[in-house]
């Protein structure tokens, strides 16, 4: 029989600091799913009044989604996962440009999602430009590697792991000049920067829910008005026949009730609160641990996350360590963490790959967050170094 690991009341008190792979339910989107998880259970595709009802629904997320991320309603394609809208787009872009067109340039540090998609067709060359140190790619250099057979281009808004900000906007700027299509993976930004469809100027954005205070199962792919390309997934006419199959209502509605708390302002308290937390964790970290650096842009970039390396540790070691005293940190990738492997972003990046340990925060986060790590991570490190000397 399978087993479950249950955090008790008894237990440690716990210190979450992975929101930037997924972050705690909103209590408004709880309250927003309740219905819908109990009452309204109906296919939104329906004509019957109970159809009406979870139709409305959606069309009511939808518009907050888009309120959000600066697109018009019919621009917002739900998805059921970030990973999915991003293979949407690359896909779609691929099957729109026809085999004459099959190259795509993108970037050493992008998603698993982006990268697997691009490389996965036989059919498909790809460029990949490098970074610098801080995990920023040039615009330059990614328009220059820009042909005429280029499908698409596609690139972060922001990284994953260093929480870098990278110049997307300028990117396609220049690959629209040149007639290709352009798609940019917000997925890690959403929520946390100003992320709007129109000020990008990209053809698709990717966004995901659980990574804001949303439900898992559910993300969206913005999709620039006017632009066409064949449904990643088929078989039914929904999302105005761009994405098939029966549309999940509880987890949309939860996202957009997770859109509505950050306009009007809220997007903005939460990046300042969660910037002055990310600040005093990486300030104490540096004042109380030798050997230890931050990794990515210390300026321009998410403001509720910090990758550091720690030199002499390995990742998986100090992981454990923390978890068992009640702080959830990660190292690397969240969808590479099991195999613990080292980090290809930190890899192109030219920096110790072996040795990171990344800390993020998000809108329920506290000052009692930051004051467990700090507790505790420095007897962890010099506890570790002292057995590797021994």
């Known amino acids: 029989m399978a087993t479950t690991t249950a955090l008790r009341a008894s237990d440690v008190p716990r210190a979450y600091l992975d929101h930037a792979s997924s972050s705690p339910l909103r209590p408004a989107c709880v309250e927003a799913m309740l219905p819908f998880l109990r009452d309204h259970h109906a296919d939104p595709g329906r004509l019957h009044a109970e159809g009406r009802v979870t139709r409305v629904a959606i069309e009511q997320a939808r518009e907050q989604v888009a309120n959000l991320f600066g697109a018009r309603p019919r621009e917002v394609v739900f998805t059921a996962s970030g990973t999915e809208a991003v293979n949407s787009a690359v896909w779609g872009a691929l099957a729109r440009a026809g085999r004459e067109h099959q190259h795509v340039v993108t970037t050493a540090v992008e998603h698993s999602a982006v990268i697997e998609s691009c490389t996965r067709l036989p059919t498909t060359e790809v460029t990949v430009v490098g970074v610098d140190r801080t995990g920023r790619f040039d615009a330059d250099a990614v328009l220059a590697a820009v042909r005429p057979d280029t499908a698409l281009v596609t690139v972060q808004l922001a990284n994953h792991e260093v929480g870098t900000l990278q110049p997307a ?222």
């Open 169 to 390: 906007a300028a990117i396609a700027t220049g690959a629209r000049e040149r007639g290709v299509v352009v798609h940019v993976d917000a997925c890690a930004a959403a929520g946390h920067v100003d992320v709007d469809l129109g000020a990008l100027g990209a053809d698709l954005c990717s966004v995901t829910a659980h990574k804001l205070g949303g439900p898992k199962g559910t993300a969206a792919l913005l999709v620039r008005r006017g632009l066409r390309f064949p449904p990643f997934v088929v078989g039914g006419a929904q999302e105005r026949a761009r994405r098939g199959g029966i549309e999940d209502v509880p987890a949309i509605v939860g996202f957009g009730a997770a859109a509505a708390e950050l306009v009007d302002g809220g997007l903005e308290r939460e990046a300042e609160a969660a910037r002055a937390l990310t600040d005093r964790l990486t300030a104490g970290t540096l004042e109380r641990v030798p050997g230890v650096e931050r990794f990515g842009d210390h300026t321009a970039c998410l403001p509720h996350l910090v990758c550091l390396g720690v030199g002499g540790v390995e990742a998986e070691p100090i992981l454990l360590a923390l978890d068992q005293q009640g702080v959830a940190v990660h190292s690397g990738s969240s969808c590479s963490s099991e195999a613990l492997e080292p980090s290809p972003v930190l890899a192109a990046m030219g920096v110790d790959a072996d040795h990171s340990l990344r800390a993020s925060v998000g809108w329920c986060s506290s000052d009692a967050d930051v004051d467990g790590f700090l507790a505790v991570f420095p007897g962890i490190v010099e506890r570790l170094r002292r057995l590797r000397t021994t």
